[in-house]
């Protein structure tokens, strides 16, 4: 049995197991495959059918390579290699964040885990490509400061690097995440102020 038969049959089997979704992403409201919602499950298929997947990088490329224990020709996976930029993080973390990134990616592409959330979340922007202008990009700014917002956070979940790569087909979720946070901050606010106002008996 050639290695696609047996990447075939373990997709199979991967797709008649029930996968549940642990990963979240609060700023647009979907949820997403971890890792771990799905890794030992494949190893699990992997090692039954007789194939086995290493996964490594370069400067460049993140490759996951599909071995046929019995021998044979592989079948390789890969991606260009990115970068993060998160706050508070230093380069080690930031690396280690690109790859389990990655990781994830290969994972999904080779076995065709489809991330049906997400693609509802995303399809359907006006133009999927194109960026906030310089007036957006402020607003969004003040809306960041306003709800006390963590600006790489932020960015993370959208998975951009910078509010000048923001796209435009998600501004108004964005905007609307943020506005939400920022009514109940106020609404926080109001009750804590009527709860210091002393009434007419203590003045």
């Known amino acids: 049995m050639s290695v696609y038969r047996k990447l075939q049959e373990a997709r199979v089997k991967l797709q008649n197991t029930k996968l549940k979704k642990s990963g979240k992403n609060k700023f647009a409201g979907y949820e997403y495959f971890e890792l771990g919602d799905f890794v030992p499950a494949i190893q699990t298929i992997c090692n039954e059918v007789g194939i086995c997947g290493i996964i490594s990088f370069t400067a460049h490329d993140a490759t996951l390579t599909i071995h046929d224990v019995d021998g044979g020709e592989p079948v390789v996976f890969s991606s260009p290699m990115s970068s993060a930029q998160l706050k508070g993080c230093h380069d080690v973390q930031n690396l280690g964040a690109v790859q389990t990134y990655l ?46 917002t963590h600006k790489g956070q932020f960015l993370s979940h959208f998975e951009v690097d910078s509010l000048d790569r923001f796209p435009v087909g998600r501004l108004d979720e964005a905007k609307a995440v943020l506005t939400k946070k920022i009514s109940k901050l106020n609404a926080k606010d109001s009750e804590g102020n009527l709860a210091e106002k002393p009434s007419k008996s203590e003045a």
């Open 103 to 148: 990781r994830r990616y290969l994972w999904t592409n080779a076995f065709e885990l489809v991330e049906h959330d997400v693609l509802d979340a995303t399809l359907g922007a006006p133009v999927a490509d194109k960026k906030i202008n310089p007036k957006q990009r402020a607003e969004l700014a003040s809306l960041l400061a306003q709800s006390h």
